[in-house]
């Protein structure tokens, strides 16, 4: 996956918000590199039990969840871009996003089957896995500063598995953070899980 930051790079200024996003999945990589790190292949793909997501089945998850936004994330901040869709902020979330978003922070209060084009496969390489995991943060902050100085209200995107439902461009930073801080969660419980293998 190649995504450029059009004209704008991660070490330019940025607006308040997209640098509290920035940081956000700056956060997320290192709590997910350190998550994995001295795993074993057979112990990131242990399973707590029957059904349940591994450590690798989490990853992977957000790797795919990650690739299908910016595919949709790049053109139309490109295209924002172009036609001048600027704004100061400060950008706020309505209640709706507010809500979606506490229900998406860990710990889940509700749990939900991931749509099948989100089910990640089985007993992938640690090898493989990791290192997309952590090109799609980089490429989600290139994305991020990209963005900076857009008005983040206006532009609106499709939120894949969510049936007819658009986010705007800062709610669709926001719940990808959300949503990755969920998975990670999980995957954390499931290394502290007393039956790891050790």
């Not at 896995?129 to 943060?137: A, D």
Request: hydrophobic share 40%.
């Amino acid at each position: 996956m190649a995504v450029s930051a059009g004209s704008q790079t991660p070490d330019q200024t940025l607006t308040p918000e997209i640098a509290d996003l920035s940081a956000q999945f700056a956060a997320i990589k290192t709590d997910g590199m350190d998550l994995v790190q001295g795993l074993t292949g057979p112990q990131f793909n242990w399973r707590p039990a029957p059904g349940s997501w591994s450590i690798a089945e989490c990853l992977i998850h957000l790797n795919m969840v990650g690739d299908r936004y910016l595919r949709l994330i790049e053109p139309v901040v490109e295209d924002a871009r172009a036609k001048a869709l600027t704004g100061n902020g400060p950008f706020t979330h309505g209640i709706l996003a507010r809500w979606i978003l506490g229900q998406t922070e860990p710990p889940p209060r509700n749990r939900s089957k991931a749509p099948r084009s989100f089910t990640p496969p089985d007993d992938q390489p640690l090898t493989a896995v990791v290192p997309t995991f952590s090109h799609v943060q980089d490429q989600l902050s290139l994305q991020l500063a990209a963005s900076s100085g857009l008005n983040l209200r206006r532009i609106r995107i499709p939120a894949p598995g969510l049936g007819p439902v658009r986010f705007n461009l800062y709610m669709t930073f926001a719940w990808i953070a959300s949503h990755e801080r969920r998975h990670l969660w999980q995957a954390r419980r499931v290394r502290t899980d007393a039956r790891f293998p050790g």
